[in-house]
């Protein structure tokens, strides 16, 4: 069995966006909360020796709620790693880095610390959009253009993957994405995701019937995905296939892959582990929406 990713359950759950998606509250707590959590390191470094002989060549620094709201557990967390994989990527919304929380001498740490990648999520190139989804259209706080995280990641020498969650109402069609593409491409932004939000299964209307009704609301429908594949596979070539079934392209010069962040939809190869998902407790689990799914 080979594994692609470690995720790393890095913080709580607490979070400074206001995404009415949240993809923490379709899914099960693995024990996380609020407060802060001490790490569990044994299990860590079995999570690691087992990541390692599977074959994972990128760890993941993500969270229940924003990962860098806690610098000093990611600090703790990248030297634990001591360059065992190639890749250590962190996800973000973001926010922390814009305002400058996260100034630049901390980014450039984090990379002397093994730190290759920051992923940032965002739902529009427009920071109008943006600033709807993660901070709320009534709040007198401003959304910064996506040229802010870029220039930023990149001035501390890091790799930038964007993902954009699509949304109806927000990216939901090809002319949305032909213009984003322009700009990823402009701001020289190595890699660009597009990630459907995901459409909850039924028992989360049980526990959190808000995010369940708005994310059926604004999910994209099967055939709205489908012609968004059809054109890239148009307009852009194959690169890779992902075992999960993700398919990258290279679209004049760009990297785009089109994703789903929790589903296989029977996709997956069933050699291949998507995630092996460490949490603070010590729990190792593969699956983010059911608590079943543990190895540890």
Request: charged share 20%; net charge negative.
């Amino acid at each position: 069995m080979k594994i692609q990713t470690l995720s790393i359950l890095t913080g709580s759950a607490a979070c400074n966006a206001k995404c009415p998606f949240c993809v923490s509250k379709m899914t099960h707590s693995g024990g996380v909360n609020i407060k802060s959590h001490e790490i569990n390191w044994h299990n860590f470094k079995v999570a690691c020796k087992l990541a390692d002989r599977a074959g994972v060549t990128t760890a993941m620094l993500t969270g229940k709620g924003e990962p860098t709201l806690w610098p000093k557990q990611i600090e703790s967390y990248l030297i634990a790693l001591n360059g065992m994989f190639p890749f250590v990527e962190l996800q973000t919304n973001g926010l922390t880095i814009a305002n400058d929380t996260i100034d630049l001498h901390t980014l450039k740490y984090w990379r002397q610390l093994g730190l290759t990648t920051i992923a940032v999520s965002v739902a529009h190139f427009n920071e109008y959009y943006n600033k709807e989804i993660y901070i709320g259209s009534n709040s007198n706080k401003s959304y910064p253009s996506i040229d802010v995280f870029a220039n930023k990641i990149h001035m501390a020498g890091l790799s930038m993957r964007l993902n954009c969650v699509m949304l109806k109402g927000f990216v939901d069609d090809w002319l949305d994405i032909d213009e984003f593409l322009n700009l990823v491409r402009l701001l020289g932004i190595e890699q660009f995701t597009l990630i459907p939000v995901n459409k909850p299964a039924d028992k989360v209307k049980e526990t959190c019937e808000e995010v369940y009704d708005w994310t059926v609301s604004h999910g994209l429908d099967r055939s709205d995905v489908s012609i968004i594949k059809a054109h890239l596979d148009k307009a852009g070539t194959q690169v890779l296939q992902l075992a999960h079934g993700a398919v990258v392209y290279d679209v004049n010069g760009q990297n785009v892959c089109l994703s789903n962040c929790l589903k296989t939809d029977g996709k997956e190869n069933a050699d291949t582990m998507r995630n092996l998902i460490f949490y603070p407790d010590g729990h190792l689990r593969y699956d983010w929406a059911h608590s079943g799914a543990i190895l540890l």
